[in-house]
């Protein structure tokens, strides 16, 4: 897997970025990207809603980044 590059400028620190999407109440997982570091949050939320949208079968959903 590739990890970004650690901000602190420590090879032993590598990045990784983890999206997840759960149901509530109950809390459980639908669906879950895990990313490189180095990559920008925004763009990756898309991908990761579309797949959820697909797997609900319904629109109207309420997605919080966090």
Do not use: E, F, W
Not at 4 to 24: E, I, N
Not at 41 to 47: A, E, G, I, T
Request: proline share 8%.
């Amino acid at each position: 897997m590739q990890r970004g590059h650690s901000k602190d400028h420590r090879p032993d620190l590598a990045q990784l970025k983890l999206t997840a999407a759960a149901a509530q109440p109950s809390g459980q997982l639908v669906a879950c990207d895990v990313l490189p570091g180095q990559v920008a949050d925004d763009p990756q939320y898309l991908p990761l809603i579309d797949r959820v949208r697909r797997a609900a079968g319904q629109t109207g959903l309420l997605y919080v980044g966090n």
